[in-house]
């Protein structure tokens, strides 16, 4: 791509009406710069890079590890999640400063630069293993200046398809396809605290502990109440052990079975009279100890009547928390919102795209899209104003992101000139404003 096509294209509809292409002087991702200066506020990527083995060597090494991090990051935010993509975003204007260094004053990295970073040189075993915490440091570096005042812990696991020879790659007859499994992890604010790419055909809760026990341990000074919730796939003593010890309270479903039923045959009668259109609800607590379990457990049932159904709903809840058995219900359905953000990280970073031969490079592509997935995120969280707080990740990228911009250079500085639709001036200030007081604020030291 040059600075002009020379060829004018026309349309029908209006002969007076000329398109030309300037790749290099017009952008339509002009509203990646908020993402950029919240990155350099706290360091994300900065400090990211830092950490990263850098094994190339020669003279022909025109990118450092940082813009190289970078570019692969802030490309998938904006929607290119193929790396092929590259070599259009090596001469867009935003994204050449968005990665910093020579991009500015030449080109972002191409295709087969970005492939070698991250199929090569991210899947060195020292940076794969370093990759698999960063998540969770970027979770700290903003926690720093904006403490918690709890910590809940949200783990779920989901699906994404294959289509390849991908390595790991098997059939899960629950998903019913071709696919990997990988396993998330987030606290209630949605930011993903760690992830795990697993094989297609291994259980729902195969490696929590990979998952789990690096965040619980990173947080193990917070003196802050913590809680964990997860569905019936983590219903393991093993894991009830360790939150425990750990003194979190827990909300995790429980399997129907004929023990647990029992407890509750004195409310499984349908009421007496004709049924309202809301559903009925009774709530009801008893000890109970399953063979595995080294003692009983308190278990918090809910038994939900509908109009023109049979039966009840049912559903066993296994916890420690010591609240009514209605508040322990609801505190378990609010894990819902860990379901919400899985779909926001397949439909606006699109991480379910895992299309690498060798499993490794598969690893760092998620690990990627999850960075991704938590920069968006802490913008949202931290940035939009009252009036769009409730934009979704991928709302975000299509008004946000997709702004259209032509770059103007002047003697001193350069100017973008972005359109004014989706996102007024008014808007894209009051985010840059937000950004600047959170930088403002001065980090605390670890533990927080």
């Not at 919240?38 to 813009?67: C, K, P, W, Y």
């Not at 860990?338 to 699109?350: F, L």
């Amino acid at each position: 791509m040059g600075e002009a096509c020379q060829d004018t294209l026309r349309v029908s509809f209006d002969h007076a009406i000329k398109l030309e292409f300037h790749g290099a002087r017009v952008s339509s991702d002009a509203g990646l710069f908020p993402f950029r200066d919240l990155d350099e506020a706290v360091q994300l990527t900065e400090s990211s890079a830092a950490q990263l083995f850098d094994f190339r060597t020669g003279s022909n090494i025109r990118h450092a590890m940082t813009a190289l991090f970078r570019q692969s990051i802030y490309s998938r935010l904006a929607g290119y999640e193929d790396v092929n993509d590259a070599e259009r975003l090596r001469v867009d204007p935003v994204m050449r400063h968005v990665v910093g260094g020579r991009a500015v004053d030449q080109d972002a990295a191409s295709t087969s630069q970005v492939a070698r970073f991250e199929t090569d040189v991210l899947c060195h075993p020292d940076n794969l293993d370093a990759f698999m915490a960063m998540s969770g440091q970027w979770v700290d570096r903003i926690r720093q200046r904006r403490p918690r005042d709890k910590l809940i812990l949200d783990m779920d696991s989901s699906v994404s398809p294959t289509y390849g020879q991908q390595e790991g790659t098997a059939y899960n007859g629950h998903f019913g396809c071709e696919c990997y499994h990988p396993l998330f992890l987030f606290n209630q604010d949605g930011d993903l605290e760690r992830a795990l790419l697993r094989g297609g055909n291994v259980a729902s809760a195969d490696d929590w502990g990979a998952v789990l026990e690096p965040v619980v341990a990173r947080y193990r000074d917070l003196d802050i109440p913590k809680y964990f919730r997860g569905d019936a796939a983590f219903a393991l003593p093993e894991l009830y052990s360790l939150l425990e010890g750990e003194t979190y309270g827990y909300a995790i479903r429980l399997k129907s079975n004929a023990v647990l039923e029992r407890q509750i045959e004195h409310l499984s009668t349908r009421p007496v009279g004709r049924p309202p259109k809301q559903p009925q609800r009774v709530y009801h607590s008893f000890e109970y100890r399953a063979e595995s379990w080294d003692r009983a457990r308190r278990v918090v049932a809910k038994i939900e009547w509908h109009q023109g159904e049979l039966f009840p709903q049912v559903g066993f809840v296994v916890t420690n928390l010591t609240g009514s058995p209605k508040s322990v219900v609801h505190f378990y359905n609010q894990r819902g919102t860990a379901e919400q953000w899985i779909k926001e990280g397949k439909y606006a970073v699109r991480w379910t795209r895992l299309s690498c031969h060798s499993f490794d490079a598969n690893q760092v592509r998620l690990q990627l899209h999850v960075l991704a997935y938590n920069l968006g995120n802490f913008l949202r969280r931290l940035a939009l104003p009252p009036a769009v707080k409730h934009w979704t990740l991928t709302t975000l990228r299509d008004k946000l992101v997709k702004i259209g911009s032509k770059i103007v250079h002047h003697a001193r500085y350069v100017m973008f000139q972005l359109a004014e639709v989706a996102v007024p001036r008014r808007l894209y200030r009051a985010i840059l404003d937000r950004i600047r007081h959170f930088a403002a604020i001065p980090p605390r030291a670890a533990p927080i």
